[in-house]
């Protein structure tokens, strides 16, 4: 007797085998495919993503291993809420979302592995699913704007934890879409989300706040001396302490300037900061 073939189910409405049988204190993995491995490795966005029993892999063992496990708990209740809600989302807007955290996803992709990476970085963007711990080290180069922000703006930083808590990846997304192009943000969302981009352009051209008399600073250029860097601060007010040497990764200074009072310290940080000296980089001072 012949049978016809039975209809496959559709990748938008499959569900991880661990959400709806196994045991919730069984870790399980989930195999993703190279090129979403590759994709991420490239990026540096491959905290949850380590083949089981064994360290790190390399670019070149990635791009060569034809299923890769994802060390992502589907038991965990973090990751089950970000699956379900990635699940129900068009192909385009995930592929959205991931580009604007600069992630472009690869167009021989599947759908349901765009959806699995989305999962993972929305998970590691919360702290969350097997990432390294520890305090992150700011990078030598940018990859975006909405990262040079992130790094250097303290009242943006603030700004866009706070939406962060909230859970609303709408408002991540609109923010970082924002910081990053903003002509194309403002007419996309400038009807819908009006007051949210202004408050986006208020923490971005916030001054840092100043708590103390002292600031670390870096970005004056490394020819002009320790001693010159000093008289240039000193003209603000009497400084109490200074320390000043050259950066490791840019040819700048470097170093942390203590006044006798909080508001010279003030004065400091609205004359110099974000000056551009030329030297690729913006002049910062920041409060400790």
Known sequence: TLHPPQRQKSEAAYVPTSLTYLSPLKATMRSISAAAFATLLSLGSVSAFVPVGLGRPSAASAAGCAGLQMALDYNDPAVAEEFAKVQTMEYDDVA???????????????????????????IRNKGAGGGAGGEKKRPTKFGSKFEEAVWTKPAFEE?????????????????????????????RY???????????????????????????????????????????????????????????DFPVLVGKVTFEDIET???????????DMGMGSAIEMRSV
């Open 159 to 187: 700004f866009f934890n706070g939406i962060k808590a909230t859970g609303d990846h709408n408002k991540e997304n609109v923010v970082k879409e924002y910081v990053n192009t903003p002509d194309v943000a403002t007419q």
């Open 265 to 275: 310290a003030k004065k400091a940080v609205a004359q110099y900061d974000g000056m």
């Open 96 to 122: 959205d979302e991931m580009l604007q955290q600069g992630i472009p996803v690869p167009p021989t992709m599947s759908d349901m592995d765009a959806k699995l990476m989305l999962v993972e970085l929305r």
């Open 190 to 248: 400038g009807k819908d989300y009006k007051r949210l981009l202004r408050d986006t352009e208020a923490a971005l051209t916030a001054p840092p706040p100043v708590k103390s008399a002292t600031l670390q600073f870096s970005g004056f250029p490394a020819n002009m001396g320790s001693d010159a860097c000093k008289m240039t601060l000193e003209a603000l007010g009497p400084i109490a302490d200074f320390e000043c040497g050259e950066s490791e």
